[in-house]
């Protein structure tokens, strides 16, 4: 997701976040893409005859309704899902008791649906569709000690082991009649070897991955630093290294062990990129004032202008402000940048009125 996407996105779940029904009148329905939309219809019709038990009139009616909405968008999508699947949510959000306001959210998410949920209940479930705001980027994770290695990877909240290895390197205690100083040369080489191994699987698991944001390695000292020193790690991965962590576990635990460590590291990333634009912008509007717009009234103009390049919005802005520029930018493919007040630039862009423009060329 980009961030107007992202946006969006957020203040959907938001939104869905913030209903509660007055009885068990909401539903949620996730659906993941591998599944068959012929069972779900299936299951909506079930539940119909489900719902047509209910003793309330007025429940009764918003649950039969909800339902009969949710039958009437599945038969429209048809029998292919989307590729990360299918969320829809749908209930009577009333705030008033005995009035009725049905609504239907269909939502394609960003990311994989992992999840197959049918709930009624008196708030929808969006704990999944959460989690994919937590990252748009996968990190790397290594935790390493001299007797094995574990490689994983972090997508979002998610911690996924993708290989273990032992070394081999044998234990202090030396083999009969091996004299210490030849006994350390193979350790040596036995660690060297297990270090290439690690780097190897290293390289097959991330080299080619694009999503790959930056790699989190934990072990104990003097290990881990070591074999960053000798284990001849492709310079590309080497390079994706943003944080170090002394971990003692090498396992499954190692791993969570090495990402709760690294949530200073971690929450830094998105500060990053919301600086590197705002630094853009302000830096632009000293050295370069007529390559910047800012004001609502100003930025407006030179977006209808097909000047704006870049379009930096502040996420304190009224939701109906923001969702009106984005419209305005798609018009002329122009690149969103929402940023929150965070940060010192995010609350110095806020109050020059949170709407900025880097331009594509000049203007008086």
């Not at 390695?217 to 070591?226: A, D, Q, S």
């Not at 990333?269 to 919301?274: G, L, P, Y």
């Amino acid at each position: 997701m980009n961030d107007a996407e992202k946006y969006e996105f957020e203040e959907t779940v938001k939104e869905l976040e913030s209903y509660r029904g007055r009885h068990t009148e909401l539903i949620s329905i996730l659906i993941p893409a591998e599944f068959n939309i012929n069972n779900v219809v299936k299951q909506i019709d079930t539940e119909k005859g489900t719902a047509e038990n209910i003793k309330s009139k007025n429940v009764r009616k918003a649950v039969l309704d909800a339902l009969e909405r949710i039958s009437r968008q599945l038969k429209v999508i048809g029998q292919k899902l989307p590729a990360n699947g299918l969320a829809m949510y749908a209930g009577n959000v009333s705030e008033v008791e005995g009035q009725e306001d049905i609504r239907l959210w269909t939502i394609e998410p960003p990311k994989e649906l992992r999840v197959r949920v049918y709930r009624c209940d008196q708030t929808f479930v969006v704990d999944p569709l959460r989690e994919m705001l937590e990252t748009e980027e996968v990190y790397g994770l290594l935790v390493i000690d001299r007797k094995e290695a574990t490689v994983g990877i972090l997508d979002g909240k998610t911690i996924k082991v993708l290989h273990t290895m032992t070394s081999g390197i044998p234990s202090k205690q030396r083999s009969g009649g091996q004299s210490a100083m030849r006994f350390q040369r193979a350790t040596e080489e036995y660690a060297k070897e297990f270090y290439r191994r690690v780097s190897d699987v290293m390289k097959d698991c991330f080299f080619e991955n694009k999503k790959l944001k930056g790699i989190l390695v934990g072990g104990p000292i003097p290990t881990k630093e070591e074999y960053l020193e000798v284990g001849n790690l492709a310079t590309q991965l080497k390079d994706k290294i943003i944080g170090i962590r002394d971990i003692g576990d090498s396992e499954f635990a190692g791993l969570r062990a090495l990402v709760e460590a690294s949530k200073d590291i971690l929450s830094e990333q998105e500060v990053t990129k919301q600086k590197e634009i705002l630094d853009e912008f302000f830096m632009m509007l000293a050295k370069q004032p007529e390559k910047v717009a800012y004001g609502t009234a100003e930025v407006e103009e030179r977006l209808n202008q097909g000047a704006v390049g870049k379009l930096v919005l502040s996420k304190e802005l009224p939701r109906n402000t923001i969702k009106h520029f984005e419209e305005l930018a798609k018009a002329t493919a122009v690149e969103v940048h929402i940023v929150t007040s965070e940060t010192q630039e995010g609350v110095q862009f806020f109050s020059i009125g949170g709407v900025g423009g880097i331009l594509r060329f000049a203007m008086s």
